[in-house]
């Protein structure tokens, strides 16, 4: 039919904008070069999505979706020291995996505060789990040692982000859960 927009995958755009405000940051992120990664004109977007704000969101809550499972599935291990240490492996090798953008954008964009208290919470339950079944010492402050995990993920992510080695990372990586397990006994 004449005159009808070129449809386009609503999936396959949102995620092309994720990777944009991974890659750049929101606030380097432009409407122009959102359109131009996605191949859609702005009035598509704007009709698709609302405003850059808009679709900020609906990236940001996309992806954390995803980063949310994971932490799930890593942090449902036997133990409250076998989850954390799944969650910072993989985490270490996502945020070096040339698949994508390095580090990570949940922990790298500062519109995100409200969601990376969202990913402390879940690390101090399974830690508050761990001292219920006695993988974790009694005294361990759930709320501090969840604290400690979020800013090692984050140094990872911003290691990675400033060219750090997979090798480097995973490094970083072991000596904080060392840290971790002497913590935890």
């Known amino acids: 039919m004449a005159g ?9 755009a949102l995620l092309v904008a994720m990777e944009r405000f991974w890659r750049n940051g929101y606030d380097e992120t ?8 996605m191949g859609i004109t702005a009035p598509s977007l704007y009709a698709a999505f609302g405003d850059k704000d808009a679709l900020f969101s ?5 992806y954390f979706d995803r980063v ?6 890593a942090l449902d291990q036997p133990t409250a020291h076998a989850g954390i240490s799944e969650l910072v492996r ?9 698949a ?8 790298s964009e500062p519109r995100l505060v409200r969601e990376r ?8 339950e399974r830690i508050q789990r761990g001292i219920r079944e006695g993988d ?15 800013a090692v993920i984050e140094g990872l992510s911003t290691r990675a982000r400033d060219g750090g080695s997979t090798t480097e990372v995973r490094a970083i990586a072991d000596i904080a859960l060392s840290t971790f397990a002497a913590s935890a006994t």
């Open 90 to 98: 993989i985490s270490a090798a996502a945020y070096t995996d040339h």
């Open 4 to 12: 009808r927009p070129r449809g386009f995958d609503r999936e396959a």
């Open 100 to 107: 994508n953008p390095p580090g990570c954008f949940l922990l």
């Open 117 to 124: 208290r969202e990913l402390s919470r879940h690390i101090a």
């Open 68 to 73: 949310a499972t994971q932490m799930d599935r």
């Open 136 to 150: 974790v010492a009694p005294e361990t402050d759930p709320g501090a040692m969840a604290d400690f995990i979020i």
């Open 58 to 62: 609906e990236a940001a809550a996309y």
């Open 30 to 37: 432009t409407v122009a070069e959102l359109t131009r990664s």
